[in-house]
Structure formats: C-alpha cells, structure tokens
C-alpha cells in the first residue's frame, strides 16, 4: 500500500517536471494546425494523458487510441464514454500476431520488449522504486496482447488523413512504424514519438533505424526534447509532402 502511495507521488512529481515540455509540444502543434479540426492516433494511449492534452487544446474531429494493458483499457473506456474516440485494447506492431505485455510496477513502463536487468539504469530505477517494497523486479505479471497492424486499421476504418500520430510504446516504436505501408505514411502529416537512450529496454533497433525510416518516407526531423529525470527524448517529425 505505501509503494502504490509512493509510485502515485512519484508520478506527480514526474508530471510537474514534464508540464514545461508538454506546453512546448502544445505551442509547436498550435503554430502548425491553428484552429483546424484534428484527427489523431494515439498508439499507448496508458492513462490518457496525451488525449487530455490534445482534447483540452485542440478541436477534435476524432481520435483512434490503443492501449495494450486491459487494466487501463477498461479505465479509458469509462474515462472517454462520451468523447470522440475509437479505443482498441490492442498493441500495434508490424503483423498481427500474439505477443506477451510485460506489465511493470510504473505502469507507463510496460513493454512488449525484453528488459536488461544488468543495465545500471535498470538498478537506479529499481531501487527508487523498490524504496517501500520489499519486490526485487520492476515487472508486476504477464498479459497476452493482440497486436495489429496499423495500415490494415487505417483501411478497415476508412481513415484517409492523419493529422498526428503519437507512439508511446517503450521500445516498440520503430515495429509500429514497420508496420505501415509508404500509402499510409503519406496519409500522415506529424509523427509526435517517445524514444529511449537507457537501454534497460532491449529494442533490436537504434534511432538512426527510426531516422532512416522516416527520411525514406520523406519525414524530417523538426523538434526534439530531453524527458526529465529519463535518458529519454520526444521527437516531432513533419510530412516533408504535406
């Protein structure tokens, strides 16, 4: 019960840290889209942070959101009851498959990926955590997750633009990006993303993949920013053809 305590003021704290970015991204978005109506997918949709964000700041045509964590899913789903969204308790990847969602004590860091328990980060973030418990794994349990393919959403569902799509997927962004066709990389005018530096998360992939990626798909870089107290970065690209 004290480490919930103690996770819940962690998080505060980490969300009063970050306000000074999150306005900085908001400030970015509204210089580029003004007033118009958006239409945004939020792959690892956690809590709905990014989905406040957007909603209180922005108008909304309509937002596809995906969350992997049942748990969260069913808290969405009753958050945004009556809010323009189209919410899937999926992952989001380069096929569909089956995959295993390894759910951490700091739910925001759940992944599909391995850790590296060896890393020192892995150490730091394992004692800050472990402060009032007597667990020795960052990790909680196991859930078997759907993953999609996001092209084959973005047919089924008859999106033919993309104003922003926003991955937060913790090391699983450059699958996510894998997984769409250059048509539908067309279709997309920002890409908004979360990329780890730390490698306590064992990704398979180094940003320049993501960079290359993206530049083949004529998506160039436009803002970065360092995430407080994370050896992590947000990057915003632009559709160079848009």
């Given at each position: 019960m004290i480490n919930k305590?103690?996770?819940?003021?962690?998080?505060?704290?980490?969300?009063?840290?970050?306000y000074p970015n999150k306005q900085k991204v908001i400030k970015f978005f509204k210089n580029y889209f003004g007033k118009n109506d958006l239409i945004i997918i939020d792959i690892g949709a956690h809590k709905g942070e990014t989905i406040d964000l957007f909603i209180d700041n922005f108008h909304i045509s309509n937002i596809i959101a995906f969350e992997p964590n049942s748990k969260l899913y069913h808290q969405l789903k009753k958050k945004?009851?009556?809010?323009?969204?189209l919410l899937f308790n999926n992952g989001v990847g380069i096929k569909n498959e089956q995959k295993e969602l390894n759910i951490m004590?700091?739910?925001?860091?759940?992944?599909?990926?391995?850790?590296n328990k060896d890393t020192n980060y892995y150490k730091k973030k394992q004692k800050i955590l472990n402060l009032f418990s007597s667990k020795n794994d960052l990790m909680k349990n196991k859930e078997k997750v759907s993953i999609l393919n996001l092209s084959e959403v973005i047919f089924?569902?008859?999106?033919n633009s993309i104003d922003i799509l926003?991955?937060?997927?913790?090391?699983?962004?450059?699958?996510?990006?894998?997984g769409l066709s250059i048509n539908d990389f067309q279709k997309i005018k920002m890409i908004y993303f979360e990329h780890h530096?730390?490698?306590?998360?064992?990704?398979?992939?180094n940003f320049s993949d993501i960079n290359d990626l993206l530049n083949k798909n004529n998506f160039y870089k436009k803002y970065k920013i360092k995430m407080s107290f994370r050896k992590s970065f947000e990057y915003i690209y632009e559709n160079s053809q848009k």
């Open positions: 305590i103690f996770l819940r003021l962690l998080n505060i704290l980490i969300n009063i840290f970050d945004y009851d009556n809010k323009k969204l004590q700091d739910s925001s860091s759940s992944t599909f990926n391995e850790l089924k569902n008859n999106i926003k991955i937060d997927t913790e090391g699983f962004e450059f699958n996510v990006l894998q530096y730390d490698l306590m998360i064992k990704k398979g992939y």
